[in-house]
């Protein structure tokens, strides 16, 4: 888990508790750079669930945008019983001077039932030396 100097965006859906941070980790040339981003999936919704696939966007101050669809997450499928949780950690990066993080998961519960689960929008920030993000 990170330290006490982060702050946590969230997003809930069907009772499924997504929050995250980011960490900017390295600044590269025109204001971008590497950034972490963690995520910890809490299944409160009382059945258990599966997580299939994450769908993420990056789109940086240019209007670029950058997709990823994996299935999995670095090839795990997790299984969440009721009150489970699941952290996932991975790296982006972009060229520009800020860009917006956004996304889904795509699960699915016991019965064969499939949902998506939104995540947090996290804005990356290149000035923002913090290492903080805005709620949207």
Known sequence: MPEDNFDFAFAETENILVSA???????AEGNGGLWAYC??????SGRRIRL??????????TGKNHYEQSY???????????GECFEFE??????GGA??????????????????????MMQLTAGNKTNRFAFH
Request: aromatic share 10%; net charge negative; with cysteine.
């Open 21 to 27: 941070y980011q960490e900017r980790l390295e600044e």
């Open 39 to 44: 995520l910890r999936i809490e299944n409160n």
């Open 52 to 61: 299939m696939q994450k769908d993420f966007c990056i789109t940086d101050s």
């Open 72 to 82: 999995g997450f670095h090839g795990e499928l997790p299984d969440l019983e009721a």
């Open 90 to 95: 991975d790296t982006v990066s972009f060229s």
């Open 99 to 120: 860009a917006v993080l956004y996304g889904c998961c795509h699960a699915v519960d016991e019965s064969g039932k499939a949902f998506t689960v939104k995540l947090p």
